[in-house]
């Protein structure tokens, strides 16, 4: 699908009649990394669901010529190689909806895609009939800070051949995950060999998280939303601390905060009810 010049993979599910529900993926993720079962059963609901890959990632455009990032000297304060923003982003997601035709959305992010959320809510509240913002902040540098210590365990691994790529992937959600919730190894096996078989660019993931970590403080502007919010969030997130939540919640006017016990940096399938029946709740006060 066209999309602010750039071409999106997404998919539907659910009636095409419903009031679509959109969901926005975080940091090198592909649409698969929001289950099916979740997606079914938000559908359940009386919603179209619509996942789709961010630009760098899956099946949407690359930006390989845009050139890499310098990781290092975006740490040292050098920007000059972040090659675009979340706010790019948002108009990829709002173009995808004008594509589909769709005058109004549920909007859900997680983590990055949290943070797209947010700020689609606020360049573009017209369109955002309710807003669930999952295990994300509000990029202000001093809430949602990570507790984990050794950052390159974060990083995918260019040129890294596939049974590398898969071990990496589960030793990254065997660190980000839920202690509160049992995920066995082989399912962490067959999402990552998922992820691996359909798309693996670890330049791309790489640009998305430049443009995460340069996005501007939005807690000021979060304060003048009117959209019905929920922030969803761990007690047990490593990589987002739930202080990112909860400075989410508490910079934008009437937001409920759900924390999740036992919940890190994940959707984990014995959260999912609880998780989709605070969004739908949410919606309903569109």
Not at 48 to 59: K, L, P, Q, T, Y
């Amino acid at each position: 699908m066209e999309s602010n010049g750039i071409s999106l993979c997404y998919e539907a599910i659910g009636d095409a009649a419903d009031p679509v529900m959109l969901l926005i993926m975080g940091v090198g993720e592909q649409l698969i990394a929001w289950p099916d079962g979740f997606c079914e059963i938000l559908a359940g609901h009386g919603f179209r669901v619509i996942r789709f890959d961010n630009r760098d990632v899956g099946w949407s455009d690359w930006f390989d010529e845009a050139g890499d990032v310098d990781l290092a000297g975006l740490a040292a304060g050098d920007l000059s190689t972040v090659r675009y923003g979340l706010s790019d982003m948002v108009a990829d997601t709002v173009g995808l909806l004008a594509a589909l035709d769709v005058s109004r959305a549920h909007v859900v992010g997680v983590s990055m895609g949290g943070g797209i959320a947010q700020q689609m809510a606020i360049e573009n509240p017209e369109l955002v009939a309710s807003l669930a913002s999952i295990m994300a902040t509000t990029s202000d540098g001093k809430a949602g800070g990570s507790s984990i210590d050794n950052a390159a365990a974060l990083l995918p691994q260019p040129g890294a051949d596939r049974e590398v790529a898969i071990a990496a992937d589960v030793a990254l959600f065997r660190l980000i995950g839920s202690p509160g919730f049992e995920t066995s190894d082989a399912e962490l096996i067959r999402r990552a060999t998922a992820k691996v078989g359909r798309a693996y660019h670890p330049a791309g993931t790489l640009r998305q998280i430049a443009a995460n970590a340069t996005a501007p403080d939005r807690t000021e502007r979060l304060r003048t939303l009117e959209t019905p919010t929920v922030v969803i969030h761990g007690d047990s997130d490593p990589l987002v601390e739930l202080s990112g939540g909860r400075a989410t919640a508490e910079a934008i006017p009437g937001a409920e905060l759900l924390v999740v016990q036992g919940m890190g940096h994940d959707l984990p399938a014995g959260a999912w009810k609880l998780i989709v029946d605070a969004i739908v709740a949410n919606a309903a006060k569109a």
